[in-house]
């Protein structure tokens, strides 16, 4: 018989199995990092780019360049790019972030020169139809206007607005007339700025043969290399003062929270105590924010708290809807939740809780070569690799309850805090 009403016994978790990585350097100076796994009957190749938003002359620029690739080359139109894709099984992805942008492709390996080669010529030969730029920006415009009316979408944005400042291009901050006065020109100048060799490393994994190899060879090291580096100015974050922050929604029916300050880099000394640290307060479904905020209180249906490391800089967050009446509650009890971690040790049982929880989601973001190469890609923009894995494992494990309270004390102090909200 199953014992329902007694919880299972925790097990040891074993460290992740790291696959080993490949790197070379085409003549252009594309940097090729591949992970090879031949039971892979598929691969899948991720062309990243130092073209995200933070390089944008002005909002919308950088997302729509990136995303008009697919839509146009001198050789073939939007339709024949996009059955020749299908034809072939492909799937193909873009993406523009903060710094980075990505084009992604995933294909069977018997056909990776068709796929590859229709891939880089959207990277060598984009032209930005006009017509097609219409129907894209209309489209995101009207996606826009539907998100700006969500409480959920204004927290987030006068959040970023009020944390980075809000002439820094990590705010994003979008208008309506925007998505009016963006140009063929200024896409496409951007395109040729930033979509070439100087800015691109390549990523690939899954069944990378010699024949993926040689066409990714020939078809990435025809990416122009400029004459000179592109210069993009430093933009220093101008933060607004830390302090309460509400954006008016009249007939909203619930309120958006943001709660944040700076967070943790990824290669500072104190992160893996942190990832922890955040686990407890926030980070998993059975956090004390949840447990206190949902399954007590009954205030919303979800609360979580995240720590975002970024090439220029880091934030923390706690995020969540509540119904309007219980929002000065949510942020009082979150509150006390902070200064109960920065006052009282964590108990053993949800330290080894929370240490096992968070080793299986190390776990699980390196299963399988697609989701190492993932976390590769991430890592190489910081110098280091999966490695890190390894050693953030070891880390957390050793950290102690003192550990946390001297974190929870450093970090936790909750008049350095940003509190947004967006409703009634």
């Known amino acids: 018989m199953i014992q329902r009403d007694t919880a299972p016994a925790l097990t040891p978790l074993f460290e992740p199995n790291l696959l080993p990585y490949q790197q070379f350097t ?7 990092a591949y992970i090879h796994d031949p039971s892979q009957e598929v691969f899948k190749i991720d062309a990243v780019f130092e073209a995200g938003i933070y390089y944008q002359p002005r909002p919308l620029v950088a997302s729509t360049a990136i995303n008009m690739l697919n839509e146009g080359t001198t050789r073939h139109t939007a339709e024949e790019i996009a059955d020749l894709f299908d034809f072939y099984g492909a799937y193909t992805d873009f993406n523009c972030g903060f710094n980075k942008s990505e084009l992604s492709l995933i294909s069977l390996t018997k056909y990776a020169a068709q796929t590859i080669g229709m891939l880089a010529e959207l990277l060598l030969d984009s032209i930005v139809p006009e017509n097609e730029l219409d129907i894209f920006l209309t489209n995101k415009r009207q996606e826009f206007l539907v998100n700006r009316e969500k409480t959920s979408y204004m927290a987030r944005k006068k959040f970023s607005e009020v944390f ?8 994003n901050i979008v208008r309506d007339s925007d998505f009016l006065n963006v140009t063929p020109e200024e896409v496409r100048d951007f395109y040729r700025r930033h979509i070439n060799a100087r800015n691109c490393r390549i990523m690939i994994c899954g069944n990378v043969n010699r024949e993926v190899l040689q066409t990714v060879s020939g078809q990435f090291g025809q990416l122009p290399v400029p004459p000179s580096p592109v210069t993009d100015p430093t933009r220093p974050f101008s933060p607004e003062q830390t302090g309460r922050y509400h954006v008016t929604k009249s007939n909203a029916m619930q309120t958006s929270i943001r709660i944040g300050k700076s967070g943790v880099r990824l290669l500072e000394e104190d992160y893996a105590g942190y990832m922890l640290l955040n686990t407890i307060l926030g980070g998993y479904f059975g956090s004390r924010l949840m447990s206190n905020i949902r399954e007590e209180k009954g205030y919303t249906y979800g609360i979580n708290s995240f720590n975002v490391s970024m090439p220029q800089g880091s934030y923390w967050c706690i995020a969540a809807d509540v119904n309007n009446e219980y929002a000065d509650s ?9 200064e109960r971690l920065k006052q009282q040790a964590v108990g053993n049982e949800e330290m080894n809780l929370v240490k096992n929880f968070l080793h299986g989601e190390l776990l699980r973001e390196l299963d399988g070569v697609f989701s190492q190469s993932d976390a590769l890609k991430h890592k190489l923009n910081y110098s280091t690799d999966n490695r890190i894995y390894i050693d953030l494992i070891h880390r957390i494990k050793r950290c102690t309850a003192d550990e946390l309270l001297r974190l929870a004390n450093k970090y936790w102090n909750t008049e350095e805090m940003y509190i947004v909200t967006a409703g009634k």
Do not use: A, Q, R
């Not at 085409?26 to 090729?32: R, Y």
């Not at 980075?164 to 705010?171: E, L, N, R, V």
């Not at 949510?330 to 939740?337: D, M, Q, S």
């Open 164 to 171: 980075f400042g809000s002439s820094h291009p990590y705010s």
């Open 26 to 32: 085409l003549d252009n100076g594309v940097t090729v």
């Open 330 to 338: 949510t942020v009082e009890e979150t509150f006390k939740e902070i």
